[in-house]
């Protein structure tokens, strides 16, 4: 058994996020058999969640989303942190360490508002501010109208019905999570590949506290976090920013892994793909390969948004 204090969880305090800290609170009582009580669910509000007027690449970056709570992981205040992976930056410091990922969810977007990707057309509003979605949409279709689009599911699916936008996308991990399974149309991975780190739900403690990366351990993923890895090493291999439209997926297959990855321009009419396979143990050179591979095929204009 751990200490007699409860482990402090922290985590952003929207709905989505609850339940993800919920899930990784379930699984450490299981995992270790402990007390219902063992694990303190600890909401932080992230500046991510006080400014949704604005794309995050305006105002800082996905760092919003973690600065607090690295704060107050490394201030001790609670004693590891739980992220949706695709929301973390690609370099993190080197006190913190990537401890364990749950098992990953489905990678897919869905689309809402119509009934498909072949639904949309020249002249419709898609909400968002996703880069990543807005180029892979825009090398669909050319000429739709881009509607900024923040704020927790809720928000965005009031948006739609209220008309600010024709269509809108989430993932479906998140709107599975949240019960909501049948809201909108899946969209197939090879039509939309997803941001790296999609639908994995990561958790995060002190680097050297042995004894909180222990207890973690005990509810990692292997498939999971091999992805996880793979995928960050390639988007930091890129470089970039938010600004930046970059797609991954790694997925098992068989004794190996494959890793599809696509960097796009921003108005979506350069995309270079490429792919890979690597064993385990190879995640983060394969990903760093594949990654120095896109750039070298790039025009230098589409370069030029991730090597500075």
Do not use: Y
Request: glycine share 8%; with cysteine; proline share 6%.
């Amino acid at each position: 058994m751990h200490k007699a204090e409860p482990l402090k969880l922290g985590t952003r305090g929207s709905p989505l996020a609850l339940v993800q800290a919920r899930a990784v609170a379930a699984a450490l009582v299981a995992a270790h058999g402990w007390p219902e009580d063992s694990v303190e669910i600890v909401p932080i509000k992230t500046t991510g969640d006080k400014v949704q007027d604005r794309p995050l690449a305006e105002i800082g970056g996905k760092a919003l989303w973690t600065k607090e709570l690295d704060r107050a992981l490394l201030a001790r205040d609670i004693d590891f942190a739980v992220h949706s992976a695709k929301d973390m930056e690609s370099i993190r410091p080197d006190a913190i360490a990537l401890a364990a990922a749950l098992p990953r969810a489905d990678v897919r977007e869905r689309i809402i508002g119509v009934s498909g990707l072949d639904a949309l057309r020249p002249g419709m509003r898609v909400g968002t501010t996703s880069p990543r979605r807005a180029a892979q949409l825009l090398a669909r279709v050319p000429g739709l109208g881009l509607v900024p689009f923040r704020g927790n599911v809720a928000t965005r699916l009031a948006r739609i019905d209220a008309g600010e936008a024709d269509a809108t996308l989430l993932a479906s991990a998140g709107l599975a999570r949240l019960g909501m399974h049948d809201v909108g149309a899946p969209i197939p991975v090879e039509a939309m590949l997803p941001a790296p780190g999609q639908a994995i739900i990561a958790i995060e403690a002190r680097t050297g506290d042995d004894t909180v990366l222990g207890h973690l351990a005990a509810i990692n993923d292997a498939d999971a976090m091999t992805a996880l890895v793979a995928e960050r090493a390639f988007a930091a291999a890129l470089g970039g920013s938010c600004h930046s439209p970059v797609a991954a997926l790694a997925e098992r297959d068989g004794a190996d892994f494959h890793l599809r990855a696509e960097i796009l321009s921003t108005d979506g009419q350069e995309r270079i793909a490429a792919e890979a396979r690597f064993s385990e143990s190879d995640a983060a050179t394969a990903a760093e390969t594949l990654a120095r591979t896109l750039l070298n095929r790039a025009s230098p204009a589409l370069r030029s948004l991730f090597v500075a």
